[in-house]
């Protein structure tokens, strides 16, 4: 799959959770562990889990030793900053108490993020190229109880997931041929909302 900021995803990562009731989900078999306090939908597919990953450790910017695990595991996932953008990451790393066990690396690029805030009533759309033939994962999730509207479009300006609104969401398809779509996302509620964005 060819993006704009060139991310191909690996086979990673098994999430247990070090805080009592947070949820874990497994990630393809293939990679290594690592052990993060984070609340991973049941099911959740890999672009999901570094969009909860990251809202996770924004809010985890006191609990240094829960950060780096965060963070740890957002490396063994390969997950990089979008080309266009500053990497969100890179000031959590100074306050992140980092684990002793440096984490797995397997293929040298990962999903690519981005963060962004929408006040109330606020809306972005970012366009991007995905490859025909080839499964295409976008995920958002927010700090917080705040919860964006996430569709994506076709060049005909359909939708290819069914429009919806949670604190955490993904869209899954099949692009037929090679093309430009575009991410819309929506702050429908009454506070701002600070979001990560995945592109798989």
Do not use: H
């Not at 910017?61 to 063994?76: H, K, S």
């Not at 100074?94 to 606020?122: I, S």
């Amino acid at each position: 799959m060819k993006l704009r900021t060139g991310v191909v995803l690996m086979p990673l990562i098994f999430l247990a959770a070090l805080a009592s009731g947070c949820a874990t989900s497994p990630l393809p078999p293939g990679g290594r562990g690592v052990s993060v306090g984070a609340a991973i939908p049941a099911g959740a597919g890999r672009a999901a889990t570094a969009a909860q990953i990251l809202a996770e450790a924004d809010a985890a910017q006191d609990q240094p030793q829960r950060l780096g695990a965060l963070i740890a595991a957002l490396d063994t996932m390969g997950a990089r900053p979008a080309a266009d953008q500053a990497d969100p990451v890179a000031p959590w790393r100074l306050r992140a108490q980092m684990p002793r066990t440096a984490p797995y690396r397997g293929r040298v690029l990962g999903p690519a993020y981005r963060a962004g805030t929408l006040d109330p009533g606020g809306s972005v759309r970012l366009p991007q190229l995905f490859d025909g033939g080839r499964a295409a994962r976008v995920a958002v999730a927010t700090r917080g109880q705040a919860a964006l509207d996430l569709i994506v479009l076709d060049t005909d300006a359909r939708p290819v997931c069914p429009p919806g609104r949670t604190p955490s969401r993904e869209c899954n398809w099949t692009p037929l041929f090679s093309s430009r779509f575009e991410i819309v996302l929506t702050n429908a509620s009454g506070m701002a909302a600070t979001y990560y964005l995945v592109i798989e």
